[in-house]
């Protein structure tokens, strides 16, 4: 689970509310009445900010993965389990433009992926190009969901391990 940032133009900060759990970096956030950064859900009157830069949870990594284990390539402090937001209580969240991969897309049911079409966020806070789900258009699909390549050499794809699958995208917001 991840977002790859390939260029951006914003990388803000919010704080983030305490009653969020397994919020994965390259799912899309709203504020709260409060201020406060919590997942978005594509409610019709419903305006997402922008998409998480951070990971908030107790179980599951955001960070990019080569072999599916479940603390990523990479591993976060021990202290702090697999909250990014555990010290300063805030949530990086990128907006106002950018590119970015991310694994954070609705796989079910099957829907049609192509590049240019409109991405929207699911009901889990993911992207999808159901149209149904949300009025708010948050990105543009710049590459369909596909193998992605970590650069760690092997034989996957490229020359190299894959991280998943990953869908391209132009931010929106």
Do not use: C
């Not at 760690?152 to 995208?169: A, H, K």
Request: no cysteine; aromatic share 8%; glycine share 8%.
């Amino acid at each position: 689970m991840a977002l790859l940032e390939q260029f951006h133009v914003v990388a803000d900060h919010f704080p983030v509310d305490s009653s969020v759990t397994n919020l994965i970096e390259g799912m899309f956030v709203k504020l709260n009445s409060s201020g406060n950064a919590v997942k978005a859900t594509g409610a019709s009157a419903e305006r997402a900010i922008g998409v998480s830069g951070d990971t908030k949870s107790t179980s599951l990594s955001g960070l990019p993965s080569t072999n599916d284990s479940s603390q990523g390539a990479f591993v976060n402090r021990v202290s702090d389990s697999f909250d990014e937001t555990k010290a300063s209580g805030r949530l990086t969240v990128y907006h106002s433009g950018g590119k970015f991969a991310s694994n954070q897309y609705e796989t079910a049911p099957v829907l049609a992926w192509a590049v240019g079409l409109p991405l929207y966020i699911s009901a889990n806070s993911k992207l999808t190009t159901d149209v149904s789900t949300s009025a708010q258009i948050v990105a543009t699909v710049t590459a369909v969901p596909a193998a992605y390549a970590s650069g760690v050499p092997g034989i996957d794809i490229n020359g190299s391990l894959t991280l998943g699958n990953y869908v391209e995208f132009k931010l929106e917001i």
